[in-house]
């Protein structure tokens, strides 16, 4: 609580709105501002007020700091494509990237493949290969090259499932022979979202 004559203010204890009083107090008080009594009052409330919407602004972003209870370890994109082999070039030797993974192993024709440079990812699937993923989950989901998929990588698909209730689904759970539990879901935007496990 504090106040000049004839107007008296009072603001909650926050640390924002301290600061911002007491800085406007100081350009008072040092004569820095040549300020009639109202002029003064006037000054204190706007800072107030703007100390009390930040500290408002604060309290919202920390609040909204829950929500899914899984943890986000990484997010990578898919690119869709007719076919792989074109693209290896582009990625391994003109980009550098070094393949970490790849569907089927050793095989001559890939489905799919990870590749990583700098601790950062970048996935190459064939159109025809998630087709025939999305056949055997019963989806009516229909791709086309040069698309994208997010790949998110959580702690705990079951906890992904759990918070996304009533997203569809596009693709159910399914394990990968190269150790991850993955299934798809589309965002209200109709973005299409994979979210992987590693399996134990």
């Known amino acids: 609580m504090f106040g000049y004559p004839d107007v008296m203010f009072h603001f909650s204890n926050t640390e924002g709105e301290d600061a911002g009083i007491l800085a406007a107090r100081q350009?008072?008080?040092?004569?820095?501002?040549?300020?009639?009594?109202?002029?003064?009052?006037?000054?204190?409330?706007?800072?107030?007020?703007?100390?009390?919407?930040?500290?408002?602004?604060?309290?919202?972003?920390?609040?909204?700091?829950?929500?899914?209870?899984?943890?986000?370890?990484?997010?990578?994109?898919?690119?869709?494509?007719?076919?792989?082999?074109?693209?290896?070039?582009?990625?391994?030797?003109?980009?550098?990237?070094k393949r970490t993974a790849e569907v089927p192993p050793g095989g001559?024709?890939?489905?799919?493949?990870?590749?990583?440079?700098?601790?950062?990812e970048v996935m190459l699937q064939t159109l025809k290969s998630i087709e025939a993923d999305l056949a055997s989950s019963k989806s009516t989901e229909r791709y086309k090259t040069s698309q994208t998929i997010l790949y998110i990588e959580v702690d705990s698909l079951d906890e992904a499932a759990r918070a996304l209730k009533g997203a569809p689904v596009v693709m159910e759970p399914i394990d990968r022979p190269y150790g991850m539990r993955e299934m798809i879901v589309k965002d209200p935007s109709g973005y299409v979202v994979c979210l992987a496990q590693h399996l134990k």
Not at 113 to 118: F, G, N, Q, T, Y
């Open 108 to 120: 001559k024709q890939l489905d799919f493949v990870i590749l990583e440079k700098d601790g950062l």
């Open 27 to 97: 350009i008072i008080r040092s004569g820095g501002v040549n300020m009639t009594v109202a002029a003064r009052a006037i000054l204190l409330a706007i800072v107030g007020l703007l100390a009390t919407g930040f500290a408002v602004l604060g309290q919202k972003a920390k609040t909204n700091e829950g929500g899914a209870k899984m943890k986000i370890l990484r997010c990578t994109p898919i690119q869709i494509v007719e076919a792989i082999e074109p693209n290896l070039g582009f990625w391994e030797t003109q980009m550098g990237y």
